[in-house]
């Protein structure tokens, strides 16, 4: 879903925006925004953060998934549900 937004955002920016044509450096200007560095790095840093929040042991315990060996993680059994406090 995020990097659907980013996508989304960038493409925007690139194709659909109407951007000013006179006192633009070379094509650029006309290309991307004023701010397009901070909008890249915003973009990379809440990337990033998405990424590692998602991988972590935590994050995957808790939803059941597989770990790179294909065996359910600590704590799921083999339909994926935790087997936490079930008697």
């Known amino acids: 879903m995020a990097l659907t937004y980013a996508l989304y955002f960038w493409l ?22 004023s701010n397009w560095a901070f909008s890249a790095g915003a973009t990379v840093i809440t990337l990033g953060y998405i990424a590692w929040v998602t991988n972590r042991s935590k994050v995957k ?17 083999n339909d994926g549900r935790s087997t936490k406090n079930q008697q």
């Open 12 to 33: 925007d920016q690139l194709f659909l925006a109407e951007h000013p044509v006179s006192g633009a450096p070379l094509a650029l200007g006309v290309v991307l925004p």
């Open 61 to 77: 315990l808790y939803f059941g998934i597989s770990d790179s060996n294909g065996k359910p993680s600590a704590g799921a059994d």
